[in-house]
């Protein structure tokens, strides 16, 4: 699995922290996502998956 995203895209909501907060974190002055680990062992793909459904701008893109 490789995770992308679109930080021009993202409207700082944080449901991809929620749901996966190994892969993604939120930056302290606006709260774009931030991808901390583009390619996550295989116990994270499902809340990757989770993150890139709930995401309201689908700024995330998972590839499998």
């Known amino acids: 699995m490789h995770i992308t995203i679109d930080e021009t895209k993202c409207c700082a909501a944080g449901q991809c ?17 931030v991808l901390l680990n583009a390619d996550p062992p295989e116990d994270q793909w499902e809340g990757a998956r989770q993150a890139a459904a709930v995401c309201p701008a689908l700024a995330i893109e998972v590839w499998e």
């Open 17 to 33: 922290v929620f749901a996966a907060p190994d892969i993604f974190d939120q930056r302290e002055d606006d709260g774009i996502v």
